[in-house]
C-alpha cells in the first residue's frame, strides 16, 4: 500500500471517528438547549414538566448508532472499516493500556449525585434519581448481556467472544444521559461535559484494543436508549393518576445475566 493511500485512510478513519463523537456530544447540546428554551423558568422548580412523554425523535440518534452496529456485524465494508480503526488507534501506534475507562464509564453519574451533595439541586430528589439510575443501568445490561451472548462477536485482541456491543461505552453514554437530563434546565453544558466523558470511554476502549467501532456506536445508542426509557419508566411509577398505587423495583441476576423488574399493585 502507497504512503498516499494509507494517508487516504488514515484521514478517513480519523473523521468518521470524529462524526461519531461529533454526533453524541450534538446530540446532548442540541436536546438541551431546545429543553433548556421550552422550559418556563429554570430556577422555579415548581414549575418544571415532570411528566416525561417518548417521543419518536428522542429515539433517532440511537436506533442509528444502533444499527450502525449491528450492520457491521454481517457487511463486510464496515468489517473492515473496524478493523482500519484498529490498525490506526492500536496497530501502528503501540502504546500501553490505559484502564481509567473502568472508572469514567460512571463519572457522569457520581457527578449528579456529588452536584446534590453540593447544593446544586437537579431535576429530581436524590432518592428518585437513585431509582432512575438504577432502572437505567438494569435496561442497559438487561440489553447488552443477552446481545453478548446472541452474537458471540471475537474482541479486537481475540481475549473472548463477547465485543459487541460495549458495555462500559453503554453504561457511560446512559449515566451521561442521566446528568444532561436531571441538570438541562440549569445548562446544557453539564450534558455536554458528560457526552465528552462518554465519547472519552468509547474512544478507550477502542484504544486498549477491547472493542471494534461498530462495538462503541451500539453500546452509545443503547446507553442513550435505556435512560430515556428509564425516565419514561420511573414518571409511570411515580406520576400516575392512581395515588393508592404501588411499585417494586428489584434486581434479576439469571444465568449470568443482570436486569430489573418491576412488580405493579393497581
Given at each position: 500500500m502507497t504512503n498516499s493511500v494509507m494517508i487516504k485512510r488514515r484521514k478517513q478513519t480519523f473523521m468518521l471517528i470524529l462524526i461519531l463523537f461529533h454526533i453524541n456530544i450534538g446530540y446532548s447540546q442540541n436536546v438541551s438547549m431546545n429543553d433548556s428554551i421550552s422550559s418556563t423558568s429554570i430556577h422555579d422548580v415548581s414549575k418544571i414538566n415532570y411528566n416525561e412523554k417518548l417521543s419518536y425523535k428522542q429515539f433517532i440518534i440511537p436506533s442509528l448508532l444502533i444499527g450502525y452496529g449491528m450492520f457491521a456485524l454481517v457487511f463486510d465494508e464496515l468489517k473492515d472499516f473496524n478493523k482500519e480503526v484498529k490498525e490506526e488507534v492500536y496497530l501502528e501506534h503501540p502504546h500501553g493500556f490505559l484502564h481509567v475507562d473502568d472508572y469514567t464509564q460512571y463519572s457522569p453519574a457520581v457527578a449528579v449525585f456529588g452536584l446534590q451533595?453540593?447544593?446544586?439541586?437537579?431535576?429530581?430528589?436524590?432518592?428518585?434519581?437513585?431509582?432512575?439510575?438504577?432502572?437505567?443501568?438494569?435496561?442497559?445490561?438487561?440489553?447488552?448481556?443477552?446481545?453478548?451472548?446472541?452474537?458471540?462477536?471475537?474482541?479486537?485482541?481475540?481475549?473472548?467472544?463477547?465485543?459487541?456491543?460495549?458495555?462500559?461505552?453503554?453504561?457511560?453514554?446512559?449515566?451521561?444521559?442521566?446528568?444532561?437530563?436531571?441538570?438541562?434546565?440549569?445548562?446544557?453544558?453539564?450534558?455536554?461535559?458528560?457526552?465528552?466523558?462518554?465519547?472519552?470511554?468509547?474512544?478507550?476502549?477502542?484504544?486498549?484494543?477491547?472493542?471494534?467501532?461498530?462495538?462503541?456506536?451500539?453500546?452509545?445508542?443503547?446507553?442513550?436508549?435505556?435512560?430515556?426509557?428509564?425516565?419514561?419508566?420511573?414518571?409511570?411509577?411515580?406520576?400516575?393518576?392512581?395515588?393508592?398505587?404501588?411499585?417494586?423495583?428489584?434486581?434479576?441476576?439469571?444465568?449470568?445475566?443482570?436486569?430489573?423488574?418491576?412488580?405493579?399493585?393497581?
Open positions: 451533595a453540593l447544593g446544586i439541586k437537579g431535576k429530581n430528589s436524590v432518592k428518585d434519581e437513585l431509582i432512575i439510575y438504577a432502572l437505567s443501568v438494569g435496561i442497559t445490561t438487561a440489553v447488552v448481556y443477552p446481545l453478548k451472548k446472541i452474537t458471540k462477536e471475537w474482541r479486537p485482541d481475540h481475549s473472548a467472544p463477547n465485543s459487541f456491543p460495549s458495555g462500559h461505552t453503554a453504561i457511560s453514554f446512559a449515566s451521561a444521559e442521566f446528568l444532561r437530563r436531571e441538570y438541562k434546565d440549569i445548562s446544557p453544558w453539564y450534558g455536554i461535559a458528560g457526552y465528552a466523558v462518554a465519547s472519552g470511554t468509547g474512544f478507550l476502549r477502542m484504544y486498549n484494543n477491547k472493542h471494534w467501532f461498530s462495538d462503541i456506536a451500539a453500546g452509545a445508542g443503547i446507553g442513550i436508549a435505556s435512560t430515556t426509557m428509564a425516565y419514561w419508566l420511573h414518571d409511570k411509577i411515580r406520576w400516575g393518576k392512581k395515588k393508592t398505587n404501588t411499585a417494586t423495583i428489584y434486581p434479576i441476576y439469571n444465568n449470568s445475566v443482570l436486569g430489573v423488574g418491576l412488580v405493579k399493585n393497581f
